[in-house]
């Protein structure tokens, strides 16, 4: 008997119409061809912010989440072709506009170390034991 999925609840990691309503056109759509998509672009979006927030190991998603193996796929397959990262970018530029500064940074910061740590060694030879050589072990 097939499993029937319990009546979808709704978690406060969900996103509401307006933060969808900015993002959805970043979320690819399923390919065509192939089997259809059990689960749309926003239930898996919010399975996958559910998991990265809660902490929990992928299977332990609540049952009325899409099944964890699919939004496994669907967040390793979108970090590879850079969904992420343009959604990032998105996000982090509408915030900086709301709160009334330039959407993209016009200056830097680079910080670099101060004190050179290539050339100590001490710390290194103290904790490694010399071996000896095979020949002073060696019995006659």
Known sequence: MPRRRAARR???????????????????????????RKASSR??????LY?????????LLPADLPPWQT?????QRWRREGVWARIHHLVLMNDR???G????????VI???SVRTAD??????ATTPRRRSPVASATS
């Open 51 to 59: 998991a990265l927030r809660a902490g929990c190991s992928w299977r």
């Open 101 to 108: 500064r330039e959407a993209s940074p016009t200056a830097a």
């Open 111 to 113: 910080d670099s170390q």
């Open 43 to 48: 239930e898996l979006v919010n399975a996958i």
């Open 71 to 75: 939004v496994y796929y669907y967040l």
């Open 10 to 36: 709704g978690y406060w990691t969900d996103l509401t119409e307006t933060q969808w309503a900015v993002i959805a056109p970043l979320v690819p759509d399923a390919m065509p061809g192939g089997r259809p």
């Open 97 to 99: 506009e709301r709160a």
């Open 120 to 125: 100590q060694r001490g710390a290194c030879e």
